[in-house]
């Protein structure tokens, strides 16, 4: 396995974990369950300190894909750059979710108001950790690159049928 099969592999855990720790924290406070609340808490812990080996293998990564043809440095250098911020809000969801817990079990009266700030922090974290992965889609994947000509649509292709 090299750098960019390590990186792929682990940098879904990232985004999708941000995103279940949302529906999960969501689901816990209409539930109203201290437990669920917990677990929602713990969750949210894992996925956002889940953003550190996602970026350790970033470089790792570029090593094996930078001199590819088709790879432009530039697309690497934005998502590299996003990478570095969506790893401080990730330690960041870690560590309030994990102040949240803390609090929680300490004083059960906070847990509520815990869950609450982690779930508008869990929001934030998605939106951070799902652009920074569209940044490093675009490395591979010129179809998902702002300004790429689209194909044209079934209805052209039929005008064009009956120039004939």
């Known amino acids: 396995m090299n750098g960019a099969q390590l990186h792929l592999m682990l940098n879904h855990l990232p985004v999708m974990g941000a995103l279940f720790s949302l529906l999960l924290l969501g689901w816990s406070l209409i539930r109203r369950s201290a437990e669920v609340q917990r677990l929602a808490l713990v969750v949210a812990l894992l996925a956002g300190l889940s953003s550190v080996p996602a970026y350790l ?86 179809e998902i690159r702002d300004g790429v000509a689209q194909p044209p649509t079934g209805e052209s292709h039929k005008d064009e049928a009956h120039e004939d």
């Open 57 to 142: 293998t970033g470089e790792p990564a570029e090593e094996v894909i930078k001199h590819m043809a088709g790879v432009d440095e530039a697309y690497i250098d934005e998502h590299e750059s996003m990478g570095k911020f969506a790893l401080w809000c990730g330690v960041a969801l870690g560590v309030v979710a994990g102040v949240a817990l803390a609090t929680g079990v300490k004083n059960p009266r906070w847990l509520s108001a815990g869950t609450a700030i982690t779930l508008l922090a869990s929001a934030l974290v998605f939106g951070v950790m799902g652009y920074t992965a569209h940044l490093g889609g675009q490395i591979r994947h010129p």
